[in-house]
C-alpha cells in the first residue's frame, strides 16, 4: 500500500490550500481515510476522518466549519480543503487508511490506521 500525500505549502493566515492523498496497493474504496497533523514539538493529532463509501466524515474541533475532507473513489484520492487556516495549523499533514476494511469507528485513533504518506508540510504565516 502506498499513499502519497501533496498540497501543502506556504499560506497566509486566512488563506486556503487543499491537500491530496494518492493511494495505490489496496481496495481503496473498502478503507475509511483519515488526515492527521503534527506541528513541530507535538504529537500527531486528529484532523478529520470519512468512512469507506463517502457517508461519514467527523473532524478534531479545531478543523470543524473550516476543513472539508472528501474522497473519490473512482481515483482513488482523498483530500482535505482547508480554509480559514490560522498559524497553529502549520503542521506536517499526513494522510493514512484504516487497518479493517468496512469499518468506521475510533477513527481518531492513529494507532487503528496502518499505512501512512509521508506528509506534506503546511505553513501558515501571520
Known amino acids: 500500500v502506498q499513499l502519497q500525500a501533496f498540497g501543502g505549502g506556504l499560506v497566509q493566515a486566512g488563506g486556503s490550500l487543499r491537500l491530496s492523498c494518492a493511494a495505490s496497493?489496496?481496495?481503496?474504496?473498502?478503507?475509511?481515510m483519515g488526515w492527521f497533523r503534527q506541528a513541530p514539538g507535538k504529537e500527531r493529532e486528529f484532523v478529520a476522518a470519512v468512512s469507506y463509501s463517502g457517508r461519514y466524515k467527523h473532524y478534531a474541533d479545531s478543523a470543524k466549519g473550516r476543513f472539508t475532507i472528501s474522497r473519490d473513489n473512482a481515483k482513488n484520492m482523498v483530500y482535505l480543503q482547508m480554509n480559514n487556516l490560522k498559524p497553529e495549523d502549520t503542521a506536517v499533514y499526513y494522510c493514512a487508511t484504516y487497518n479493517k476494511a468496512y469499518y468506521y469507528s475510533d477513527y481518531g485513533n492513529a494507532n487503528e490506521y496502518d499505512y501512512w504518506g509521508q506528509g506534506t508540510l503546511v505553513t501558515v504565516s501571520s
Open positions: 496497493g489496496r481496495t481503496f474504496s473498502s478503507y475509511t
